[in-house]
């Protein structure tokens, strides 16, 4: 086995402005924490798992260099460049990737642009993705996909091998549905089904996997269980995986020798001040401008701290070509500025600032050095310099001020947790901070360090590959019932060998998709003559066993030499009689019914109600799903306690709630029209609730197929109808056998 990662940066960044490619690491958090997953010693002595990473070199690569660069990628990294033109790249991670889903998914919509040109480079670049993935894969691999860059591409991927394991994991907020939705509808359509390609997605947080759940239900319409997303041929899994750091690696470097000295030197430039440090690259999502004026109020509030602190904030450069963060660093030095002019004097700078990259072995001393880190974003997916700073403290002394709308907020409860737009809470926050007490202090990082150091960036890496095998397991067992192969071989041989044939088809969902209103799944041509064919074998005996009033199925198949069986099973109509009740009953609790059912119909836009001689149908397929979802529940409680002493049922079906007579069952009534007829060959086939009566009822001998992934007492699958008229046309266009005798 071997693990594929796919992101868009390589954990190397390549220069070529010189005669020879020049290299470096790349920086962020994904990539040395993926690196350091991959590189990582195994318990047994080897050297790495068996990997292969996928990603952009960081720059255009002219043809001449490809060479020295995919021989330096595969010698080093074990890793495959993917090559790709200089103002493609532009339009698609400038572009779209951080001028449309960067500031939309972390809630700065008044900063998204939406261009068309954008979104067809974004589509452009995952197909490229796509087919550099597709050439280098194994059929034994599993693949794991990173981040917001490549949300297209785990679909694309799945067409081309169905059956792999494929994980996605995004490494920022997703957002609600209501600022999601901000997305044109054929954007969002494609963005979510190209997620729904994946086997596992991951989050860092339980809120962006409801947000993301809730999005998938109001723009696809699946409905999740547990976080389990039921499609109609595979099931998806949505859960947290909360990323760490590389704990042991920042607490052996803050403990070194270095270190220490690198401290002490620090100290003696300050002197009788407590120490306040920020680090985070220039972007308007880490609250930059609102953490410099809250430390600016607390300078307000508090005069006895002037000459007795400073504040360290570093800056690092971030996406210089985007216009929005230039504006935002000549505001962030006037802001600088500002605050040195009013409070600062020739004895005391309160604030130093620099705009520049700090290296390991510099920000390491840094977070040994102060006595307040201030990790305030106003939105992000996870944040770990916050995690780096606990991690870094072997004293456990410090105070870490944490923003509540970092994802790590979730998991250091024991931070002084602010909210980054209220400007007092930054005030209070840094007075309660520098005077805590030291054991205080202790008490707090003694519980985040171990915490942190139990889930370190390993331990999230093992756990999302182990949970994407996991996966498998599942997928396993229903590829062992998927009707394929030698099955479905085995299924058409007993087929034409058979001399009586009972084939029971259900319509809606099985012989025809589902259609937002039932008046509108009419049967097509090539159906009718499908069926008339299988109808016309004279060892065929073929019902369709439905839902369907019996005056739509008279009118569309009442010409063909089939029986029909309406209702779920209240009429029945054979090929040579005309329509018969199979139990005496009586509507007349629909008088009572209807009226609530009527009511929920008003309450719901899009619902509308569905009237058959015997039972009533709520229908809100075209509804909204999250509010149909609410208003569902809310009728079958309803319908639970009004129907208590009436002698009928509530179902729940696919976007249905049907009300009809107790002890009406396509079961019963295909026990009924099976009665007499010694078939040597007997299929049913459905794809809801209605067809496990018919699946449980049929003989032992028979063959049941279930239209889509579902708990089922059927034996095997089919994804979708369009499986199910390829699978009758194959049996159609079989030879016929010998007449019965």
Not at 353 to 359: I, T
Not at 422 to 434: N, P, S, T, V, W
Not at 455 to 466: K, L, N, P, T
Request: aromatic share 10%; with cysteine.
């Amino acid at each position: 086995m071997r693990l594929v990662v796919v992101s868009n940066r390589l954990p190397f960044t390549v220069s070529c402005k010189e005669a020879e490619p020049q290299f470096k690491p790349s920086p962020g958090g994904l990539t040395t924490g993926l690196w350091s997953y991959l590189d990582r010693a195994t318990g047994n002595g080897n050297a790495r798992p068996e990997h292969l990473w996928i990603g952009w070199p960081g720059a255009s690569v002219p043809a001449g260099q490809e060479a020295a660069v995919r021989s330096y990628a595969e010698r080093q990294f074990k890793s495959r460049p993917v090559f790709l033109p200089e103002d493609s790249m532009d339009r698609f991670y400038l572009g779209f990737c951080n001028k449309t889903i960067w500031p939309l998914f972390h809630y700065f919509p008044m900063l998204t642009h939406y261009d068309e040109d954008y979104w067809q480079e974004y589509q452009n670049i995952n197909r490229l993705f796509g087919e550099a993935v597709v050439s280098a894969l194994q059929p034994d691999d599993i693949l794991w996909i990173h981040d917001y860059h490549l949300m297209l591409l785990p679909k694309l991927v799945r067409e081309k091998f169905p059956e792999m394991p494929i994980g996605f994991f995004l490494h920022i907020p997703f957002p609600a549905y209501e600022v999601f939705r901000m997305l044109p509808r054929h954007w969002r359509e494609e963005i979510l089904d190209g997620l729904l390609g994946a086997s596992l997605i991951g989050f860092h947080t339980h809120d962006y996997v409801r947000d993301f759940l809730t999005s998938v239900l109001r723009t696809r319409g699946y409905e999740h269980q547990l976080g389990n997303l039921t499609l109609r041929d595979r099931v998806v899994e949505v859960d947290t995986f909360p990323m760490g750091v590389e704990f042991d690696r920042f607490s052996r470097a803050a403990a070194s020798r270095e270190t220490e000295l690198r401290v002490d030197e620090l100290r003696r430039k300050c002197v009788g001040q407590k120490v306040v440090f920020s680090v985070d690259r220039l972007d308007y999502t880490k609250g930059l401008i609102n953490r410099l004026l809250g430390y600016e109020l607390f300078l307000k509030h508090n005069p006895q701290w002037h000459g007795k602190v400073v504040f360290i904030i570093s800056v690092a450069p971030s996406r210089i070509g985007v216009d929005s963060y230039q504006a935002m660093k000549l505001e962030l030095e006037q802001t600088v500025g500002r605050i040195v002019g009013d409070f600062g004097n020739v004895q005391w700078t309160p604030l130093v600032y620099q705009f520049r990259n700090l290296g390991f072995d510099e920000i390491v001393p840094l977070y040994r050095l102060c006595d307040v880190a201030l990790i305030t974003p106003l939105r992000d997916g996870m944040n770990l310099v916050a995690k780096e700073f606990i991690a870094s403290r072997p004293d456990q002394a410090g105070v870490l001020i944490l923003s509540e709308m970092a994802g790590a907020a979730k998991e250091m409860g024991e931070a002084l947790v602010i909210n980054p737009f209220h400007l007092e809470d930054f005030a209070r926050a840094l007075e309660q901070g520098l005077t805590m007490p030291v054991e205080e202090q202790i008490r707090r990082n003694q519980l985040l360090q171990d915490r942190l150091r139990r889930y370190d960036v390993v331990r999230w890496a093992d756990d999302f590959v182990q949970a994407l095998l996991s996966t498998q397991k599942t997928e396993a067992a229903r590829r062992a019932r998927l009707l394929a192969g030698k099955a479905y071989s085995a299924l058409v041989q007993q087929y034409r060998s058979a001399t009586r044939r009972a084939l029971l088809l259900d319509y809606d969902g099985t012989l025809v998709p589902f259609a937002t209103e039932p008046r509108l799944a009419q049967p097509d041509a090539e159906l009718i003559e499908m069926l008339a064919a299988l109808g016309s074998d004279p060892a065929n005996q073929l019902v369709i066993i439905s839902g369907r009033p019996r005056r739509a199925l008279e009118e569309w198949f009442g010409k063909l030499p089939i029986s029909l069986i309406a209702e779920h099973g209240v009429w029945l109509r054979d090929s040579q009689t005309g329509w018969r009740m199979l139990k005496s009953m009586t509507a007349d609790w629909k008088e009572r019914v209807r009226p609530i059912l009527q009511l929920y119909v008003d309450r719901l836009p899009d619902a509308l109600l569905e009237e058959k001689e015997f039972s009533l149908a709520w229908h809100y397929r075209r509804a909204d799903p999250e509010q149909a979802w609410l208003r569902a529940k809310e009728l079958v409680d309803d319908l639970a306690g009004y129907t208590r002493n009436i002698d009928v049922q509530v179902f729940e079906g696919n976007k249905v709630i049907e009300v009809r007579n107790s002890g009406v069952n396509k079961g019963s009534a295909a026990v009924e029209w099976l009665d007499g007829y010694p078939a040597d060959f007997i299929l049913g086939v459905g794809d809801d609730w209605t067809d496990e009566d018919l699946f449980r009822a049929l003989p032992p001998r028979a063959l049941s197929v279930r239209v889509g992934v579902a708990n089922t007492a059927a034996q095997y699958f089919l994804g979708n109808p369009g499986a199910v008229r390829r699978m009758l046309r194959e049996l159609a266009a079989s030879p016929k056998p010998k007449e019965a005798p």
